[in-house]
């Protein structure tokens, strides 16, 4: 029969689900079926009716429906009672995911009610005066104690709650398996995913179905479940495995033959025996399965964690294997585990067992290389070797031993015992030629001999120098063959070349290598790196081959070169720099850049270029493309003008630091004395300078060059100045000479002479008047012309000179220029020669007693510098001199 069913809400006009019910009716059957509202049933009535049909394919058509019943009420309200408000559903469970209708029922229609979810107000839809419906859609799980949801009465004390049950979802059991480890017992696993349970609620089960049998077992655990296999010997198995909870549940099956799903157990008492430096014989055991008892069994051999040999071995219940090829000293890992032989299914659990290899004798030699170099005469050899890394050691090494042979003259050899803590120890030897063999030893013995000659002699080490340009990579270094004899090549450099000790870092390299890339972690940019290239002769000699400097990367120089001024004349001057220490250069010096800048100039001079400052100041520059240049003349300069000069060296990374200049002040050409106490340029033959009594005749000034002095009128400051006119070829006669000279006539150095005061003349002392004197700057306190107590006695029947004329002009010279190319500008304090005529005529042999008092001051001719300590020595005592006169002490600088 099929029935067809109507269900109404509220009133049976209002029909909300019709479906259709088929079954097969008997005599005086009693029917039952069931349908879920999504409305509780409490907060609506609901109206039923149905009516049914033949559906039998035996009864031909048409077949007809039968009237419907008569409409049955459902109603659950009038069992509710009297509260003032409902809310349900109560304690409902479902899924997460789902959708959930709530409602609340009201008795008083004049309420204001609200409801929250969470403490969130939520907001439905009202069926009827008294019924509202709250629909929550895709519910989601919040805790495992439920979810909370009530309704309250504005502004009276009436609340209504209920708890809201959502589980997690069901899953299907995933990778579902089932495997034996002695054909008695079946283990199937599953992974169950998200726990469904909640408090107070049944939790989910699993249950195991096999359908060859029909049998069937509730699972004890909700990962696992053990399945006794009969001792029929079923050969296939097809399992299904139902997870099951309160909203539903989930299934999953498998089929397989029970030998092909053996997993053995995990092996057992894993053993090393015989353990030498390079073998040793692993052995273990197996659990038995059954008749199938062959098993393939897995061998690793680990060492530091990688596996480095593999091996398979058949067994039934020992296993044994011989490892080999093991390194001595070394902590391997034996490791085994094992599988089905026969059809192969899973590996069994692994075992492990950790053991060393016993020590053999070092099986490399040391890689030895040595510095030479003369002590007192004597040759003495620094030797150096690398540590043997562990593969070569064989274990630990407890000393070095070198061994030192004489080959010019045998004798016994000359053992030296070396720590274990150092890489290399120092030999004194002398200039015969000595074989050194270095070994190192540990507990099985020595390492084969490294064997080096060293010589007293130590061949050409002139050997010209060439550049190597670095990269990021390293040096790229190559040389060229010589003797054809070679039977290997070394090159050494230093890691930290500006450290001392500099880390002398060597590397081997065969006979037919000419080229390597030299690289190390401690290269770094601004560096200079020297590499050495030697040759290893047939006797194990060492020879210099080739020399290689370079920077991994150049960089511009950091300071600029100490600069001295010599030469100044009016229109030029001459510059001039040392060398830098190449181990304090940033790079390869090409040239410098000279720079040029004065106020009074505004164009450059040949050779240089306009240029502009980092501070937009402008300059001329003048580059030098030659690095072994180490002078410069400025050219084609004022007289009497300021310039300011710089010099930077370039590389190929940039120029030094543009810093402060330096200033240069050229002469006024007019007064500048070269050579000689009279030689001078374009002085008026007319022209004389008196100075008055008590003047300072000399400048005060820094000295810039104290081999050129120049003295203009400006920089005399004297009492008072006038200004002389003599005839061409006038007579000067001098205070008590028997003779007159003309002006011409004056080729020599005159005479300092004393001039008494009168008789009783009670003020100072006698004036000095003098030409071309020797002027101490080291003296003090006293003019040109000045004044001082002379006694009677110490007064010269006859005045003399301070030193004879021959003699200074002799002194003068030689040192003047011998000092020229020598003293730097600033270095040493200065004597002037000075030329001053006398006022006073007469013959200086016949002077009278009584003369009258001296013309203040003389006539000023020319002054020259001359370096302290050419001062004329105390007269003798028939110079007729009693005493030599202290004059100013004054820095007399141009």
């Known amino acids: 029969m099929l029935f067809q069913i109507q269900i109404s809400r509220m009133k049976t006009s209002n029909v909300i689900w019709v479906g259709n019910y088929s079954t097969v009716v008997k005599r005086d059957p009693v029917l039952h079926w069931s349908w879920k509202s999504e409305l ?139 495997e034996t480890q002695d054909f008695k017992t079946l283990t199937c696993t599953w992974d169950p995913g998200t726990d469904t349970s909640l408090p107070k609620r049944s939790s989910q089960s699993y249950t195991l179905f096999e359908s060859f049998s029909g049998k069937k077992i509730l699972c004890e655990h909700k990962n696992s479940c053990n399945w006794q296999v009969d001792s029929d010997s079923q050969e296939m198995y097809n399992f299904t495995l139902v997870a099951e909870n309160a909203l539903g549940n989930r299934s999953v099956s498998v089929l397989f033959s029970l030998t092909h799903r053996v997993h053995p157990k995990t092996p057992y008492n894993l053993f090393l025996k015989n353990v030498s430096g390079t073998k040793a014989t692993v052995t273990w055991k197996v659990h038995p399965i059954g008749n199938y008892s062959t098993l393939l069994c897995q061998l690793d051999l680990l060492g530091e964690g990688n596996v480095i040999q593999q091996h398979n071995v058949s067994i039934k219940e020992n296993g044994e294997y011989l490892l080999s090829e093991l390194e001595p000293d070394t902590e391997y890992m034996a490791r085994v585990r094992c599988a089905d032989a026969n059809h192969f299914w899973k590996w069994s659990g692994s075992i492990s067992q950790k053991f060393i290899t016993a020590e053999a004798a070092p099986s490399e030699a040391l890689d030895v290389w040595r510095n030479v170099k003369s002590v007192s005469g004597r040759p003495t050899v620094t030797l150096f070797w690398k540590p043997l890394s562990k593969l070569h050691a064989n274990g630990k090494i407890l000393s070095y031993n070198v061994t030192v042979e004489n080959l010019d003259r045998p004798s016994g050899l000359e053992v030296h015992s070396v720590p274990a803590t150092a890489n290399g120890t120092e030999l004194t030897l002398d200039q015969d030629s000595y074989q050194i063999h270095v070994t190192a030893l540990n507990s099985a013995g020595p390492s084969p001999a490294s064997v080096i000659v060293v010589s007293g002699d130590p061949g050409n080490e002139e050997v010209e120098e060439e550049r190597v340009n670095g990269t990021e990579d390293g040096f790229s270094v190559s040389w060229k063959p010589q003797s054809g004899k070679a039977i290997g090549y070394v090159v050494e450099w230093c890691d930290h070349p500006q450290d001392l000790p500099c880390d002398l870092q060597w590397k081997n390299l065969s006979s037919n290598t000419t080229s390597t890339v030299i690289s190390s972690g401690a290269f770094r940019p601004g560096v200079r790196y020297n590499f050495r290239i030697y040759e290893i002769s047939t006797e194990r000699m060492a020879y210099l081959l080739e020399k290689k400097a370079g920077y991994l990367k150049e960089l511009a120089p950091s300071d600029n070169p100490q600069v001295v001024v010599s030469n100044l004349t009016s229109h030029s001057f001459t510059l001039s720099w040392k060398d830098y220490s190449t181990d304090s250069q940033l790079g390869f010096i090409q040239g410098y850049y000279v720079y040029l800048r004065s106020k009074a100039e505004k164009e450059c001079h040949p050779g240089f270029k306009k240029a502009t400052l980092p501070d937009k100041s402008a300059c001329c520059q003048h580059r030098i493309d030659n690095p072994e240049q180490k002078t410069f003349v400025m050219e084609n300069l004022q007289p009497e003008s300021v310039y300011e000069f710089l010099v930077t060296p370039y590389t190929s990374a940039g120029s030094g630091p543009l810093d402060a200049f330096t200033k240069v002040t050229t002469p006024d050409e007019y007064y500048l004395v070269e050579k000689g106490p009279y030689t001078h340029t374009h002085h008026p033959p007319h022209d004389r300078l008196r100075f008055a009594h008590h003047d300072h005749l000399l400048p005060k000034k820094s000295v810039e060059n104290p081999h050129l002095t120049i003295m203009n009128v400006s920089d005399c400051v004297p009492d008072a100045i006038e200004v002389i006119h003599k005839p061409e070829g006038s007579k000067i006669q001098f205070l008590g000479a028997s003779k007159s000279l003309t002006e011409t006539e004056f080729t020599k150095p005159a005479y300092l002479y004393l001039l008494p005061a009168e008789k009783n003349y009670s003020g100072p002392g006698p004036c000095i008047c003098f030409e071309n004197l020797t002027y101490n700057e080291a003296a003090a306190d006293s003019g040109s012309c000045g004044h001082f107590p002379v006694t009677p006695e110490a007064l010269p029947g006859q005045p003399g000179p301070l030193t004879s004329p021959e003699n200074l002009l002799k002194a003068l010279e030689k040192n003047y220029m011998n000092s020229l190319g020598e003293t730097a500008a600033g270095e040493a304090s200065l004597n002037y020669v000075s030329q001053l005529a006398s006022q006073m005529s007469g013959d200086k042999d016949s002077l009278p007693a009584n003369p009258p008092e001296p013309v203040l001051c003389s006539e000023y001719k020319m002054q020259m510098a001359i370096p302290l300590g050419l001062a004329s020595p105390p007269p003798a005592e028939n110079s007729g001199l009693s005493s030599t006169t202290p004059l100013d002490q004054s820095e007399h600088y141009r």
């Open 40 to 178: 509780p049933l409490e907060c609506a009535t609901h109206f039923v009716r149905m009516r049914s049909r033949v559906d039998d394919a035996k009864i031909p058509e048409p077949r007809f429906w039968s009237n419907w019943s008569s409409w049955k009420e459902a109603d659950a309200q009038k069992s509710l009672g009297r509260d003032p408000l409902f809310l349900f559903p109560k304690d409902k469970l479902v899924e997460e995911g789902s959708n959930v209708t709530i409602c609340y029922m009201s008795r008083n229609q004049q309420d204001n009610i609200s409801c929250y979810l969470e403490g969130q107000q939520i907001h439905g839809e009202q069926l009827d005066s008294n019924v509202s419906a709250f629909k929550l859609n895709k519910v989601s799980f919040i805790r495992k104690t439920g979810t909370n949801i009530f309704c309250k009465v504005d502004q009276k004390d009436v609340i209504k709650g209920i708890v809201l049950f959502v589980s997690k979802v069901l899953e299907e059991p995933k990778d579902f398996s089932c």
